[in-house]
């Protein structure tokens, strides 16, 4: 499917810098219909997933292609394809799998950190509807959507609001290492102004 929403493409452009990616539709992925086969006796539909990421492809649902909704997710999903190219696919596959029986999983670290970017590019569209998402989030931590993670609701909720108020508080610049990430709109305002007798 080809890929013509301006955002999609400036967001790839910028993640090109960094590292090789591509983005393929979910549905048409042979791995991913595997996938589902073998997750749907646990009650996980993983073909019903918005997205996922392996290997520096981004696999995305065909309903969100070339979408405002889509974008966002794709923003999600570039965190994990960013931390994939700094730790090596083997390693951050090894840790996402893992499962403790106690405390924080590496699987929630590696989804918390994708789940700030959705947080900003919410707030980004609508700071009221950003906290009132939020509150889905905890779902997504606590549920087994993404498998067993050992978090309790009420942690889970402090890091949204702590999440949020960073966002307001710094007016929605990125987390540290994934400036990238930021439309060139923030990107501009988050640069300091050049001294007038440096200008030309």
């Known amino acids: 499917m080809q ?42 539909s993983f073909l019903s997933f918005a997205a996922f990421t392996w290997a520096g492809t981004i696999y995305l649902s065909r309903r969100l292609f070339n979408t405002a909704g889509g974008y966002k997710v794709l ?31 590496i699987r929630a670290y590696f989804e918390w950190r994708g789940y700030r970017e959705t947080l900003r590019a919410w707030w980004e569209d609508s700071p009221p509807k950003a906290r009132r998402r939020g509150e889905r989030l905890v779902g997504q931590f606590t549920s087994r ?21 960073r966002i307001e508080q710094t007016d929605g610049r990125a987390c540290p290492g994934l400036e990238l990430l930021s439309p060139p709109t923030l990107l501009r305002q988050s640069r300091p102004p050049r001294p007038h007798h440096l200008i030309r």
């Not at 493409?9 to 086969?37: D, I, M, N, T």
């Not at 570039?78 to 840790?95: E, T, Y």
Request: aromatic share 8%; net charge positive.
């Open 3 to 44: 890929i013509t929403h301006k955002a999609f493409l400036e967001l790839l452009s910028r993640l090109r810098r960094r590292c090789p990616v591509r983005v393929c539709v979910l549905e048409e992925s042979p791995g991913a219909r595997l996938l589902h086969r073998l997750l749907l006796p646990l009650g996980i």
């Open 145 to 165: 959507r993404y498998g067993f993670m050992w978090l309790p609701a009420g942690m889970v909720r402090r890091w949204v609001e702590r999440e949020l108020a």
């Open 75 to 105: 923003r999600h999903e570039a965190v994990h394809l960013l931390d994939q190219h700094r730790l090596g696919l083997l390693p951050f596959i090894i840790g996402y799998l893992l499962l403790l029986p106690f405390g924080l999983t």
